[in-house]
């Protein structure tokens, strides 16, 4: 008796699509390997490698779209991305907007005509969800989660990452605190509004700025107001910003953190070997990536199961930069 890609799929408790993709090193998720690998063995299946061949007339790639490759985080994030990919045996297919719209239509458009497995997608503020549904494949939405585009999603608690800098920063004795935050962004509009609460929790003003998430703009941003709101502290959202902040004290003559104590998100290499190191919230980047991939090989396999969105959290790393301004540790 001839075992069929149908028999396999009866033991495995999966479609037979399931089966192939799986055979084929395609897009399942480990799990489901498992299973097929395990009811391979059991029913005796003996696939047809050179029809499989005949099929298999291009390798399955799954898109990802990020907002900005030169920011460190979106490059350990696409590192999780390709990471996780390589070892489902899937390639990568990357495109940057620049959190330009137009790009990014661009782009989404493109990956509709490469016709992708799947997109992982960090979309830009004025992404409409229904250009979601256009493209008429799975998408799971990473970093940023915009309200009613109704995808799987991975994101940072960016509410839990304010309220621990804040926290932080007020006890090492500072009141006065400044924050910039992204434009345009909805990780920055997150981020500030969790700022602008955890302020709040301690009966003080909230300062928030905004700007272009990049480094020029972040610089340029900071000589337009720090000198004349003088605040004691600055927080801001993003490593780009950091980098602008440090070299806009230096450029000023400001001691970090005697004038102006400074903290941000994103553990960059560089922020702990500057002098004095910098406090940061290290967000888990290439996790966020390869928890993506996961969802996006979840969803491939069982298209109808309810959304999933995974908030992970950040850690906060203590450096010199907010120092205690009493003097103590």
């Not at 907007?97 to 990956?111: F, G, I, S, Y």
């Not at 900071?222 to 602008?244: C, K, R, T, Y």
């Not at 991939?293 to 959290?313: G, Q």
């Amino acid at each position: 008796m001839t075992v069929s890609i149908k028999d396999v799929a009866r033991a495995a408790g999966v479609a037979p699509s399931t089966v192939s993709r799986a055979l084929g090193k395609g897009p399942v998720s480990a799990e489901v390997r498992t299973l097929v690998e395990a009811a391979v063995a059991a029913t005796g299946y003996r696939p047809n490698l050179s029809a499989r061949r005949l099929r298999s007339q291009a390798p399955t790639t799954v898109g990802l779209v990020l907002a900005d490759i030169r920011n460190p985080f979106f490059t350990r994030l696409s590192f999780g991305v390709e990471d996780a990919a390589y070892r489902a045996g899937l390639r990568v297919f990357l495109c940057n907007t620049d959190e330009d719209p137009a790009r990014e239509a661009m782009h989404l458009e493109m990956m509709a005509g490469e016709r992708v497995s799947g997109l992982i997608l960090a979309p830009t503020r004025q992404l409409q969800p229904e250009a979601l549904k256009r493209l008429r494949m799975p998408v799971v939405l990473v970093d940023r989660d915009p309200e009613g585009a109704g995808c799987d999603a991975v994101t940072l608690d960016n509410e839990g990452a304010m309220r621990a800098l804040v926290d932080h920063v007020v006890a090492g004795g500072r009141r006065r605190i400044s924050g910039l935050f992204g434009a345009n962004s909805f990780t920055g509009e997150a981020r500030a509004a969790g700022f602008a609460r955890a302020m709040a929790r301690h009966g003080l003003p909230a300062l928030v700025h905004h700007a272009p998430p990049n480094a020029a703009a972040g610089y340029a941003a900071l000589a337009d107001w720090l000198g004349h709101e003088q605040p004691e502290a600055l927080i801001v959202s993003n490593g780009l910003f950091l980098e602008a902040a440090v070299r806009f004290c230096h450029d000023r003559g400001l001691s970090i953190p005697r004038d102006l104590a400074l903290a941000g998100v994103d553990d960059d290499p560089w922020t702990g070997i500057v002098n004095p190191g910098l406090t940061v919230l290290r967000q888990p980047a290439e996790a966020m990536g390869r928890e993506a991939l996961s969802l996006l090989l979840a969803r491939l396999d069982a298209p109808e199961r309810p959304r999933r969105k995974l908030v992970l959290d950040s850690e906060l790393v203590p450096r010199a930069s907010t120092a205690d301004r009493r003097g103590g540790a």
